[in-house]
């Protein structure tokens, strides 16, 4: 098993930043591939961003792409999530997810999820 934490989620002005952090226990974290999702209300969960087990590879959607940026610290076992240039459109539930080996954009490859943090963006 593998749990995990997320954090640092707020309400923030549009234009502003915000760091979300991931935090991993349970396993040994640097065999999983991690990822971050978000739900808007009365919408899909839909994919952020990704990252490769060692960090080499990541993976956004178009939507968050050079504004969004994942990386990963495995002496430490967490995934934060730095966002800036924030838009209301952005405002959603995070959730931090985990996959054995390969990461993948695909909600349904992960195993293992956060409770999410609430990230609400203000115009």
């Known amino acids: 098993q593998v749990q995990l934490v997320e954090s640092g989620g707020g309400l923030v002005q549009a234009g502003g930043s915000l760091r979300l952090s991931c935090a991993a226990s349970?396993?040994?974290?640097?065999?999983?591939?991690m990822g971050w999702f978000r739900q808007a209300p009365g919408k899909e969960r839909e994919f952020v961003a990704a990252?490769?087990?060692?960090?080499?590879?990541?993976s956004y959607a178009d939507s968050v792409k050079g504004r969004f940026t994942i990386s990963r610290d495995n002496a430490k076992n967490t995934v934060p999530l730095q966002m800036n240039s924030l838009k209301p459109e952005d405002t959603a539930v995070y959730y931090c997810?985990?996959?054995?080996?390969?990461?993948?954009?695909?909600?349904?490859?992960?195993?293992?999820w956060g409770q999410g943090t609430q990230v609400t963006v203000s115009s």
């Open positions: 349970g396993r040994t974290f640097s065999d999983y591939a």
């Open positions: 990252i490769s087990r060692s960090g080499g590879m990541t």
């Open positions: 997810a985990a996959k054995y080996a390969y990461y993948s954009t695909s909600m349904k490859a992960y195993n293992y």
